[in-house]
């Protein structure tokens, strides 16, 4: 069975600081979608990068970028200089025939 | 291109009484997916529809349904409604492929029971 597991419920930063959110997960497929969204308070849940388990380069956008280790079953999110505007609930999610999320971790960019 | 769009977004209902919410998926998506959001549990699968048909089933009890149309939008109903089924439902579309690449989520619907 699919899992998600994120084991940090909440974390502070201050702002301009770097901060990794880990996510492990397990699956019995080869080939699979990893993601890591983002549900600000205003709920609407978006999408903040996507990695293909196919692929050995880790997923880039902008001050965002993952640490995937496919052995280890491991998908960590970092955030470069963080921003006022990364405040939310940070959800890993993994994606082969369904996608599971994992519980999320709230993540505060204090000013 | 429209966003997917879940009406109601807030609504409260009287235990034992039933619900039903609404999706319409992003045009051109065939997929829709709804989800149980609470603080407690998280994310929480409920199912999947693609082409009218139910793909996949998380682990909710029967008074969770669903059904999807011809034109993709997608209602899920929840009978005898109890306390413990106040959430935020979240509904999330895409473009089917064997694999999921991208969901894309509307705003949600606050559900109170009371």
């Known amino acids: 069975a699919q899992t998600v597991t994120q084991s940090q419920p909440e974390m502070s930063v201050q702002e301009a600081e770097t901060v990794t959110l880990s996510c492990t997960y397990d699956?019995?497929?080869?080939?699979?979608?990893l993601f890591w969204y983002k549900q600000p308070p205003s709920r609407q849940m978006i999408l903040v990068i996507r990695?293909?388990?196919?692929?050995?380069q880790n997923a880039t956008e902008n001050r965002f970028s993952v640490n995937f280790q496919k052995a280890a079953k491991s998908f960590s999110l970092k955030i470069s200089d963080s921003q006022l505007g990364d405040t939310a609930m940070y959800f890993c999610?993994?994606?082969?025939?369904?996608?599971?999320f994992g519980k999320g971790t709230r993540l505060h960019i204090l000013p | 291109k429209a966003g997917v769009t879940q009406t109601p977004r807030y609504l409260i209902k009287t235990r034992g009484q039933q619900v039903t919410l609404s999706c319409s998926p992003i045009?051109?998506?065939?997929?829709v997916s709804w989800y149980q959001q609470t603080p407690g549990q998280g994310l929480q699968f409920l199912f999947e529809y693609f082409s009218e048909t139910q793909r996949n089933k998380g682990n909710f009890p029967g008074r969770f349904s669903g059904r999807q149309f011809s034109n993709s939008r997608s209602e899920m109903n929840v009978s005898t409604l109890e306390l413990g089924d106040s959430a935020l439902y979240l509904c999330?579309?895409?473009?089917?492929?064997?694999?999921?690449?991208?969901?894309?989520f509307g705003q949600g619907t606050r559900l109170t029971v009371v």
């Open positions: 999610a993994l994606s082969d025939d369904k996608i599971i």
């Open positions: 999330a579309s895409s473009f089917f492929s064997e694999m999921n690449t991208e969901a894309f």
């Open positions: 990695q293909e388990a196919y692929k050995q």
């Open positions: 699956t019995s497929e080869n080939n699979y979608y």
């Open positions: 045009s051109g998506h065939r997929s």
